[in-house]
């Protein structure tokens, strides 16, 4: 289906324009995107997205969502290269299942462009550029924030934490667990990481995971989690436990409610990531390649640290 009317969060697909093109002749760019619905970070994206596709009638977008199916998002890609559009953007819902789909646009001589959260590396020919986050690095960062607030409490010599990590399989979840867990033992060699389970990217999820490590383990002093959605579920079952006031949390993608609960100084910190800043740069990145500008293969936006030390400088998310 095609709406052509005003474009709407119900519609599945649509037709809009973007701000930026730099071609005289229209062209049509397509996006499936992972799961609007799964969270407030990616809602924010599509209404960013839609916001700065609206500015330009020179550019139009086919905007699909694949509600997390990786056989949706197979065959989303498939329709986008049946449509011919000029260059096409995914959200991918799994990094190394979506490869042979991305291959099928690479031969039809669609520029690819990944956005969010990277494909795995057997399918870096066939994608032009990744646009959003190093998420290796944010991962990293999380685990200097986690060991600077164990020096400050003396316990950096003996702390024990768990880990929540995002969906299995989700490229960005296996990144940022690897940036963690490469990272804490060069900054805090003697913190011990006993344990971690995913949370899906939902906040029940987590929630869940975090109060049977709370009945597992009796020392816990801190707790990471791949994204503050998930970081707050476990901070609101080490609440339930009254156990939080022993707890460092520290996440990554600071959604509002990270945010509110470092300001009630529950929280300690996490990484800025603006959904805004995401969904406009994988468009930019799209209308840059379509206008023959040299684009890198890895098109990052900063995402620099937060706790309630710094959090003053940064504005309240608004996802």
């Known amino acids: 289906m095609?709406?052509?009317?005003?474009?709407?969060?119900?519609?599945?697909?649509?037709?809009?324009?973007?701000?930026?093109?730099?071609?005289?002749?229209?062209?049509?760019i397509g996006i499936t995107q992972?799961?609007?619905?799964?969270?407030?970070?990616?809602?924010?994206?599509?209404?960013a997205?839609?916001?700065?596709?609206?500015?330009?009638?020179?550019?139009?977008?086919?905007?699909?969502?694949?509600?997390?199916?990786?056989?949706?998002?197979?065959?989303?890609?498939?329709?986008?290269?049946?449509?011919?559009?000029?260059?096409?953007?995914?959200?991918?819902?799994?990094?190394?299942?979506?490869?042979?789909?991305?291959?099928?646009?690479?031969?039809?001589?669609?520029?690819?462009?990944?956005?969010?959260?990277n494909i795995a590396e057997d399918g870096f020919d066939f994608v032009r550029s990744f646009?959003?986050?190093d998420n290796v690095t944010q991962g990293a960062r999380a685990a200097e924030i986690m060991c600077e607030r164990f020096t400050e409490l003396g316990i950096?010599?003996?702390?024990?934490?768990?880990?929540?990590?995002?969906?299995?399989?989700?490229?960005?979840?296996?990144?940022r667990a690897e940036g963690f867990e490469n990272r804490l033992p060069e900054v805090c060699p003697n913190v011990t990481l006993v344990e971690s389970q995913p949370g899906n990217w939902n906040r029940e999820d987590a929630q869940r995971?975090?109060?049977a490590f709370l009945v597992q383990y009796d020392d816990i002093d801190g707790v990471y989690s791949g994204d503050d959605n998930m970081g707050v579920g476990a901070l609101n079952a080490a609440l339930a436990a009254d156990r939080a006031g022993d707890i460092t949390f520290v996440g990554a993608t600071?959604?509002?409610?990270?945010?509110?609960?470092?300001?009630?100084?529950?929280?300690?910190?996490?990484?800025?990531q603006s959904p805004v800043d995401d969904a406009e740069a994988a468009l930019q990145t799209a209308l840059?390649?379509?206008?023959?500008?040299?684009?890198?293969?890895?098109?990052?936006?900063d995402t620099p640290k937060i706790t309630q030390e710094n959090m003053g400088e940064f504005d309240r998310p608004v996802f």
């Open 156 to 175: 950096q010599d003996e702390a024990q934490i768990v880990q929540i990590t995002g969906q299995p399989g989700y490229t960005t979840a296996i990144e």
């Open 49 to 117: 997205f839609i916001a700065a596709a609206e500015a330009n009638p020179d550019v139009e977008v086919v905007v699909l969502d694949a509600g997390g199916d990786v056989a949706r998002q197979i065959a989303q890609i498939q329709d986008l290269i049946q449509q011919d559009v000029d260059a096409m953007i995914i959200w991918p819902t799994n990094g190394q299942a979506v490869i042979p789909a991305v291959r099928e646009a690479f031969q039809a001589e669609i520029p690819v462009i990944i956005t969010n959260s």
């Open 34 to 47: 992972n799961n609007v619905g799964v969270d407030s970070y990616q809602t924010t994206y599509e209404q």
């Open 254 to 272: 600071n959604f509002a409610v990270g945010y509110d609960a470092m300001e009630r100084g529950e929280y300690w910190g996490s990484i800025y």
């Open 288 to 301: 840059d390649i379509l206008a023959g500008e040299e684009v890198p293969f890895l098109n990052y936006f």
């Open 2 to 28: 095609t709406c052509m009317t005003k474009l709407s969060l119900a519609c599945s697909t649509a037709l809009v324009a973007f701000a930026g093109a730099a071609a005289a002749q229209s062209v049509t």
């Open 131 to 133: 646009s959003g986050p």
């Open 209 to 211: 995971v975090m109060e």
